[in-house]
């Protein structure tokens, strides 16, 4: 089982506001910046938000991050049928000698 | 622009060992640490390790079978894993710190 967690699964109509909601502990989201990743199938994940809320260059404002005490979350407001892919969670983890650590992903549907 | 290449497909028997290469372009390589993390078919991902300068770290899951190296001069990072099984088949992927870029992924097949 993945470190940090994560629904397996979302769903929501286009137009729609969604969230997916990642839990972990204090010695990752409690301490350390949260990343997003979208992954569409066969393709390499791609970085949707860092260090909490920032959006890469490309990234739409649609997406959008919070953060509070050792759980974080990703809402995608306007949903589009594009939309529909898997995504992760992902924190430095302080624990051992440091880890990147990830969520089990969630499949989101647009219905 | 910032590229990673990574080498082709490999398909392995059981015990024997595989390394994947990286071949990074397009930023200051020495500067930037590299990460590895794989996917197994219909899971999730998972962090291997990484190399920061000449140090290396490594998941604990994994620690004793992967080694992480670079070539500065050759601008590109290797994955060695070993006594592979099957539980080990799974795109590799290399990620530039900073997870914004990554690999295209290789894929390790495990099959007697």
């Known amino acids: 089982q993945s470190v940090l967690t994560q629904p397996p699964s979302a769903s929501g109509t286009p137009g729609q506001r969604v969230t997916i909601s990642c839990s972990g502990s204090?010695?990752?989201?409690?301490?350390?910046?949260v990343d997003w990743y979208q992954q569409l199938p066969g393709t390499a994940p791609r970085l949707l938000i860092y260090?909490?809320?920032q959006r890469p260059s490309g990234v739409p404002d649609r997406f959008s991050a919070s953060k509070s005490g050792t759980s974080a979350s990703l809402a995608i407001s306007g949903l589009q049928s594009e939309d529909e892919a898997d995504y992760y969670c992902?924190?430095?983890?302080?624990?051992?000698?440091?880890?990147?650590?990830f969520g089990g992903g969630t499949k989101l549907t647009v219905l | 622009q910032v590229q990673l290449v990574q080498s082709g497909a490999e398909v392995k028997k059981p015990g024997a060992s595989v390394k994947v290469s990286c071949k990074a372009s397009?930023?200051?390589?020495?500067?930037?640490?590299m990460h590895w993390v794989r996917q197994a078919p219909g899971q999730g991902l998972e962090w291997m390790g990484w190399?920061?300068?000449?140090?290396?770290g490594y998941s604990p899951k994994f620690q004793g079978r992967v080694s992480i190296t670079r070539d500065t001069f050759a601008t590109t990072v290797y994955m060695d894993l070993s006594s592979l099984r099957s539980e080990d088949t799974a795109v590799y992927y290399c990620?530039?710190?900073?997870?914004?870029?990554w690999g295209q992924g290789t894929l390790v097949t495990v099959s007697s």
């Open positions: 990620v530039k710190s900073g997870g914004e870029y």
């Open positions: 397009g930023y200051t390589f020495s500067g930037s640490p």
């Open positions: 190399i920061n300068g000449d140090n290396a």
């Open positions: 204090s010695s990752n989201i409690g301490s350390n910046p």
């Open positions: 260090s909490h809320n």
């Open positions: 992902a924190a430095w983890d302080d624990s051992l000698n440091g880890l990147w650590v």
